[in-house]
């Protein structure tokens, strides 16, 4: 019944799909190209008897990247592919993989938009990282024949009581998961508690990443000796307290530089304006301003080399709800952290740094306010937390490892 449910749901929804796909192309054009991908049909040329990869965005792909070339070194001559569900995931595949796999947009969860996608690639494997669960693709995906996989697997208490609501429809989908590497424990149990049977768990192979290619060259930003402190992957609604709290820094440190790169590049230039209005000089990355306030981010992939630049870190997306982005981003570069209460996608890391003394959990301008100035006004409080962050990212590394290992005995000799 729960199955049938879902299906009559995405019947349903197939409208408000298009329909969303047109406005969010207004303002990210890039989601008005590709659309036939996202409903199986792909472009001329892909391979068949792929191994599958399917990551979501620039954050999954950042981390699964380096798992992907590892595990084709071991299979040098089978042919990879990996499909996301965003524009910036795409282009971190292009940037960070190149011609080394094939790439296109995954299926929605439409069966014959699964069924239309499967019979082109014929995949031999399909990897899933994190927690990218779709029942369709899953069950789909076994019946062909193939082996399905989950991989750094995260699932958060919200997620966990929606999928408990789904009950059998879960339990049929994990039952076609063949194996399932977690992060950390809790998730574990929680996928043991809906049903998974062949679980472990390894850590989180964000703690892995590596130096992505500075193709920009991002140089010296033009802040002097400035304080700086960055405002990274914010989204809407961010920019505006991150700026108000900007305002009550700047009225102590009068020198003090900003530096704010919105989680999508096409959305700078508004960033930019909103600057603009609130009193304080700014500038494009990639206009190679110097001398400005506040600094916007508006091309991808430059973060992890902007990081650098700041002494104190925000980590967006922990605001507004979405859930948080990658703190490891920051603190590998030695950057005490601060983050919203909003975290699930990613508490369990955030709780190692919290238990190191070098995060900061903060609710409103104010919050950010007062955390920032104290660690300006304390440079040695400010470099001991910065060592400790770093310290944590060292002290976690080894998943990709393990990771790999186990990937490469599911998928064979």
């Known amino acids: 019944m729960t199955r049938l449910l879902y299906q009559v749901l995405l019947i349903l929804a197939l409208p408000w799909v298009w329909v969303r796909l047109k406005v969010r192309a207004r303002r990210e054009p890039a989601y008005g190209q590709r659309r036939g991908e996202r409903f199986g ?31 084709q070194e071991r299979f040098p001559d089978d042919t990879f592919l990996v499909t996301t569900m965003t524009p910036t995931g795409s282009a971190r595949v292009k940037s960070l993989l190149g011609d080394a796999v094939e790439h296109c947009y995954a299926p929605y969860d439409y069966p014959w938009a699964v069924s239309r996608f499967l019979r082109r690639v014929r995949p031999k494997a399909l990897v899933l990282m994190e927690t990218e669960l779709w029942p369709n693709l899953v069950e789909q995906t076994a019946s062909s024949g193939a082996s399905v996989y989950l991989v750094n697997a995260r699932l958060s208490a919200r997620s966990y009581r929606g999928y408990r609501r789904l009950g059998p429809l879960v339990r049929r989908m994990l039952s076609r998961i063949e194996g399932i590497v977690c992060q950390y424990e809790d998730t574990a149990a929680r996928f043991r508690s809906l049903g998974a049977s062949s679980v472990e768990v390894t850590g989180s192979v964000k703690f892995d990443a590596e130096m992505p290619p500075d193709g920009f060259g991002v140089g010296d930003l033009g802040f002097a000796d400035a304080p700086v402190w960055i405002a990274g992957s914010t989204h809407g609604g961010e920019e505006e307290t991150v700026l108000e709290a900007h305002r009550k820094l700047y009225d102590r440190f009068p020198e003090v530089g900003l530096i704010l790169v919105p989680r999508h590049p096409e959305r700078a230039a508004d960033v930019a304006r909103l600057v603009s209005d609130r009193g304080f000089s700014t500038g494009l990355l990639s206009d190679r301003p110097t001398g400005v306030d506040v600094l916007v981010g508006d091309v991808m992939g430059t973060l992890a080399h902007l990081y650098p630049h700041a002494g104190v870190a925000f980590v967006g997306g922990s605001l507004d709800g979405t859930g948080g982005h990658n703190p490891i981003e920051a603190a590998v570069h030695g950057l005490p952290v601060l983050m919203g209460p909003t975290r699930h996608d990613v508490e369990e890391i955030c709780a190692r740094f919290s238990s190191a003394g070098c995060f900061h959990s903060v609710a409103d301008a104010d919050d950010i306010a007062r955390a920032v100035g104290e660690l300006f006004a304390d440079p040695v409080r400010r470099a001991r937390e910065g060592e400790l962050a770093k310290g944590v990212v060292d002290a976690n590394r080894g998943a990709r490892r393990a990771v790999v290992n186990r990937l490469c005995g599911w998928l064979g000799p």
């Open 41 to 71: 049909r792909l472009p001329a040329g892909l391979s068949t008897g792929v191994i599958w990869f399917h990551t979501v965005s620039a954050g999954e792909t950042n981390a699964a990247a380096p798992v992907i070339r590892a595990v």
